[in-house]
């Protein structure tokens, strides 16, 4: 694995980029206190992404409803579905195969614990929160500070099981092993894949093409913080054998949230996160049977904050990767931009920078792009903790 600085890469002068039109953001709840991730689902068949996000000093951890293209720019209809100290991450995932859709929240602080809170069996009740019940998944009290889950079919049995993650010095990479009824709590198993720092991405994909999928990961902190991935040990590997690890560019690096797909259209899957205190890393998969990468540096963006979140998405539609990026520590400066991917007549790759949320917010977190209001182009939406902005989107102006 090499890691090269590409010459031929080149950063636009940002004095054009920078005078673009602030993205008018609409907010969709800033109720609460200390909004702290968003992840998407439709919970409710009608084909819109709906929302769940732990509010993290607040102690709640709430679902929206997409309420269609037409009223997407107001306030979206919410429930409290459960509460629970610092809540640092939520997630959807119908655990007992009712059809009803559940809402997982991992809690860090001195709560330490993952919550379930399960979904009222008829859908007409999903935005009363009488219907909705929180229990503890007994495996996971008070053992570590859980920072991140993905669902995931691990072992080929039962209901979803959950991949884990969290920080501190019993950090670790685990995955939750679901029983033959789901609802048993105290029955799911947690099974220690490897030891972790500071989690802060977890993706399960296949890496290798094997037919099996892996665990792509980002930790921040701890001997071995950096980007790497978990191979899949396959058939009952998970229960009885180790999950290797393989780095992804060199370690010991403070990577933050990662993204993951094809940045320069060659048919294979990249890497890029952000690198505190200034670098964005571009991780190149390599072709050939063998897992390889060659890491490169894309110019860190001028007039921001610390890296904190990274989106890989065509967001003016021209057919190439574009990279959406959110900052913390972004006082009076930009929290989120947009490069823009631009190619010379040589084939060389250039990033033309573009303002986005503009100076408003301080402390962005976890980036997902979609097309929130139906017109054809990939808008923004995130979470900002600090001047409590809440939960937001920013509606992209098209070109």
Known sequence: MRFVLLLGMTFLSTGSAMADDVWRRHTIDDSSRGADGVRLTDIN????????????????????????????????????????????????????????????SSCEGKTRTIFVHWAPSDANDNLNASAWSTAAIPATQNRTQWMFCVPAQIDGKHGVDLIVGSKGKKGLIGWLQAPKDPRQLDQWKLHTICPAGWIMSLIWTDIDGDGNHDILASDRRGAGRGCFWLKNPGNDGPLSEPWTKHPIGTGNREVMFLDYADVDDDGLTDVVVPNKPGQILWHRRQPGKQVAWETSQIPFPKNVGTGKSTAIADI???GRADIVFSFENAKNVSGIIWMEQQQTDAGEITWQQHTLSGPVGTKFDLIQTSDIDGDGDLDVMTCEERENLGVIWYENPGQ
Request: charged share 25%; aromatic share 6%; hydrophobic share 40%.
């Open 45 to 104: 068949g009608d084909g819109l992404l709906d929302i769940t996000t732990g509010w993290e000093e607040g102690g709640i951890v709430r679902v929206y409803q997409h309420p269609g293209h037409a009223k997407a720019r107001g306030k979206w209809p919410a429930v409290t579905v459960g509460q629970v100290a610092a809540p640092e991450d939520a997630v959807f995932a119908d655990l007992d195969n009712d059809g009803a859709v559940d809402v997982i």
């Open 316 to 318: 003016n539609n021209d």
